[in-house]
């Protein structure tokens, strides 16, 4: 009986196809993040009815390859390449669809990773340069707009999984393009322990999840576990949080993702 619904499941047509682009070095938390991701995405991909596969190698993002697929994900970093960059331009202008998370919407001068991509961070994600950081990584209530399909089914305010929390260059909310669907909740502060002081927030707005009316798009700030970074549970560094053991933020992000997959625009080849 198993292997024959394995059969059956096997042989039914995906709703629509995911494609999640990934790096997975450097940084410890994001790479447990990534980690983490796919292996979430698969279990969740049977569960709903799509179908989730992910690469490293980023000279895929091309418009043959991306022409099999509905939806894109980039789950730690953003494409180099000025050929990468225009085919996902492209994709998107045409009609594809995207989610992204935490350092995918990262950049700053005289970094590793410098703004050097107009459209990606001043029109797409809207958010500009990456401005500050809260640290180490906390839990956050969160202020849920309950408008979006990718929200709708959220209560007002949410408990996080424990997060870096990112504050932008630009105020999202003067930008009529911009749709905020979660925010920091002023219940949060202070947000951070430190041990430095302008790592801990005490108040302010900060927008972390959204999407542009402009596209089928949601960018989503978390993707950042806490780390025994001081080795206080053995030699190894490892992770002390998971970012899919929340409920309401994996149901986010579910939603938003059946959102996505649901687009009608047909993708030009």
């Known amino acids: 009986m198993i292997a024959m619904a394995h059969i059956s499941y096997a042989q039914k047509t995906p709703k629509f196809k ?40 980023w000279s895929n993002l091309n418009a043959a390859y991306l022409a099999k697929y509905q ?48 459209w990606y961070h001043h029109q797409f994600l809207g958010a500009g340069q990456y401005g500050s950081n809260t640290w180490r990584p906390t839990s956050a209530i969160l202020r849920v707009n309950q408008k979006h399909p990718a929200t709708k089914n959220l209560p007002g305010t949410f408990k ?27 219940t949060s502060f202070p947000l951070g322990t430190g041990p430095k002081a302008h790592e801990i927030w005490h108040s302010g707005y900060y927008p972390v999840v959204w999407s542009n009316k402009k596209y089928k798009m949601i960018y989503v700030n978390m993707g950042h576990n806490d780390m025994d970074y001081e080795h206080k549970y053995g030699k190894t560094t490892t992770s002390l949080s998971q970012t899919f053991e929340n409920e309401q933020q994996n149901k986010m992000i579910i939603d938003g993702l059946l959102w996505l997959g649901n687009n009608k625009k047909n993708i030009k080849k």
Not at 160 to 186: A, F, M, V
């Open 160 to 186: 996080s999984q424990p997060n870096e929390w990112y504050r932008w260059e630009k105020d999202l909310r003067k930008n009529p393009d911009i749709d905020i669907l979660l925010s920091i909740d002023s």
């Open 71 to 118: 939806v894109v994900l980039f789950l730690d970093t953003r494409p180099e390449q000025p050929e990468q960059r225009v085919a996902f331009e492209t994709y998107m202008k045409n009609g594809g669809a995207w989610m992204g998370f935490h350092f995918v919407a990262f950049a700053l001068e005289n970094s590793a990773y410098p703004q050097n991509w107009d």
């Open 18 to 57: 995911v494609i999640a682009f990934y790096t997975g070095k450097n940084d410890q938390a994001h790479v447990s993040y990534v980690h983490e991701a796919n292996q979430w995405f698969p279990k969740m991909a049977k569960q709903h009815g799509f179908s989730y596969d992910s690469t490293s190698n």
